[in-house]
């Protein structure tokens, strides 16, 4: 309706901002009821536990299907996620070990159909000891490379492949904001496996972004995870300098980095790629 002393263009103008508005809403409405990830296929490594698990959650929360893939049994965030609505199946994986890597994507293949994102989580860290560089024993040292390292390269060697099928893809990396600062607390082996994330990420996204696939690196700061918290040597030996670096003077927790993963693995990112987002609390400038 046109009142008293509104030219008609007026009128129009207001009527049709009124109906970009609804539409709008119509559009927000949409996307909060299918979900951000709404028919997308995912795989968590190492998602029976810790950040993990808290992202497989956050995911299947947003309408992903996801299959975890850790070497722990997942069946309790499998379950949690299926009581809430979510779908989700596990898969035991050591992703160390390229057959059961091979296997895994033959199953995603098969049961899935294919794979829209990646998330390679799976990591030694929580159960480690501190332990001088110079005292670390070589076949521990291989250990943490083999799972941290070539755990993520063979997820990505034989998934990617996968999601080239279907124009693209979402990879994941997670690093720690430790590979750009070193720690003086023994830790060596687990600073440098994830320094080495960082130029997988870089190195992975200029070969595999020609087959629409975006590889990002998550780098969190300490995260009282359920792991973490179950190793409070790790917390005392890092709190009071982790907690001095950061501009936000508090702990991080898992909600913290839901927002990045699930930003990284929708296609809010679609050409965001070989970049590292670090969620620490401001502790590092990437």
């Known amino acids: 309706m046109r ?38 296929q995912a795989v968590v490594t190492g998602g029976a536990k810790g950040l993990g698990a808290a992202f497989a959650r956050a995911m299947a929360a947003e309408g992903a299907h996801c299959l975890i893939a850790d070497i722990a049994s997942a069946q309790s965030v499998v379950s949690q996620i299926r009581a809430s609505g979510g779908k989700a199946a596990e898969i035991p994986t050591d992703v160390s070990d390229e057959s059961a890597v091979r296997h895994l994507a033959q199953v995603v293949e098969a049961e899935l159909g294919g794979l829209d994102i990646l998330v390679n989580n799976a990591a030694l860290y929580a159960s480690l000891e501190p332990v001088g560089c110079l005292d670390i024993d070589a076949d521990l040292w291989d250990r943490v490379m083999a799972v941290n390292v070539r755990g993520s ?27 750009y600062k070193g720690q003086p ?10 320094g080495a994330i960082l130029a997988m990420t870089r190195a992975f996204s200029r070969e595999l972004g020609p087959m629409g696939i975006c590889v ?5 700061g ?6 973490i918290l179950k190793n409070q040597p790790h917390i005392e030996m890092a709190e009071d300098s982790v907690l001095a670096s950061r501009a936000l003077k508090r702990h991080g927790r898992p909600d913290d980095l839901i927002g990045a993963v699930l930003f990284l693995a929708s296609s809010e990112s679609d050409f965001v790629t070989g970049q590292t987002l670090a969620v620490d609390g401001g502790s590092i400038n990437t």
Request: aromatic share 2%; net charge positive; charged share 20%.
């Open 3 to 40: 009142h008293a002393g509104q030219s008609r263009d007026e009128s129009a103008a207001q009527a049709g901002g009124s109906r970009i508005e609804d539409l709008r809403a119509v559009a927000c409405q949409r996307t909060a009821a299918m979900g951000r990830l709404e028919g997308r």
């Open 153 to 179: 390269f063979l997820a990505a060697k034989h998934l990617a492949p996968l999601m080239a099928k279907r124009g693209g893809g979402k990879i994941i990396n997670v690093s720690s904001g430790t590979a």
């Open 185 to 194: 607390t023994g830790m060596a082996h687990y600073i440098v496996s994830k």
């Open 216 to 220: 990002n690196t998550l780098a969190p």
């Open 222 to 227: 300490l995260t009282l995870s359920d792991s």
